[in-house]
């Protein structure tokens, strides 16, 4: 099913890219965060990741139209610190009232982040699409 969101039009099959939260180099990795995400967003520097863990995702539709294999493994984001995939970040929602990688934290490093701010429909879009809902 297609739908449009915040005037963009978006398939429920294709790559979410944008996100709020972000790891800062305050990071001690720790890997208090990793544990919590509903998502399994969240990967140690260095981790290879997929769409695939923590989802119902067997196949994704890249921005520029490939589909893949949802078990895909793709280069790590950070090598310096803990880092989150942007399309499987929901900040939560649907399954916590705030993020839960921000309130473990013993160092206050899950920020949000100001250049890439979702809507609320936005994020139980992604949700809905992360697990086949
Ligand atoms: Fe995972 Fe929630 Fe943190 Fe996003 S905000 S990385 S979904 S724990």
Redesign the pocket.
């Known amino acids: 099913m297609d739908f449009v969101i915040g005037g963009y039009f978006l398939c429920t099959q294709t790559m979410r890219t944008r996100m709020a ?1 972000i790891i800062t180099s305050e990071c001690i990795s720790c890997n208090a ?1 990793e544990p ?4 399994t ?2 990967y140690e520097e260095g981790a290879e990741w997929n769409f695939a863990k923590g989802t119902s995702l067997k196949e994704v539709e890249l921005e520029d139209g490939v589909v893949i294999n949802a078990e895909k493994l793709f280069p790590a984001i950070s090598n310096e610190v803990f880092y ?1 995939v942007p399309s ?5 929602t649907g ?2 009232e705030e ?4 309130a473990v934290c013993p160092v206050d490093c ?1 920020v949000p982040d100001p250049d890439y701010v979702e809507t609320k429909e936005e994020l139980e879009a992604k949700k809905a699409w992360l697990h086949g809902e």
């Open positions: 939260i965060c919590e995400c509903p998502n967003a969240i989150i499987k970040c929901t900040e939560c399954f916590h993020p839960q990688c921000a899950c």
